[in-house]
């Protein structure tokens, strides 16, 4: 009888372990989903941060020939101010 008792018990405590087992499974792949869907929302972000500096450099490259262009005008400006007098 003794021996009927200990098999359930270990057959219980296997039982346990199992469900414990089951439950940290879907606990590490629900982590996971969030740990992918972080990773793809960071991608996406990466892209557009990307899209948005290449724009700005273009930008930026704009800026400073029409800011080349405005100081060779005013440049010239000066000189024939400069040439008045």
């Known amino acids: 009888m003794?021996?009927?008792t200990v098999s359930v018990d270990?057959?219980?405590a296997l039982e346990q372990r199992v469900q414990?087992?089951?439950e940290l499974i879907k606990t590490e792949r629900e982590a996971r989903a969030a740990a992918e869907a972080?990773?793809?929302r960071l991608?996406?972000?990466l892209e557009e941060n990307?899209?948005?500096a290449s724009t700005l450099q273009v930008e930026l490259a704009g800026l400073k020939q029409?800011?080349?262009s405005v100081k060779g005008r005013v440049d010239a400006m000066l000189k024939q101010m400069d040439e008045l007098l």
Do not use: L, N, W
Request: negative net charge; charged residues 50%; without cysteine.
């Open 50 to 52: 990307a899209a948005q």
């Open 20 to 22: 414990r087992a089951v």
């Open 2 to 4: 003794s021996t009927a």
């Open 38 to 40: 972080e990773v793809k």
């Open 10 to 12: 270990e057959f219980q």
């Open 43 to 45: 991608r996406e972000e």
């Open 66 to 68: 029409e800011r080349e």
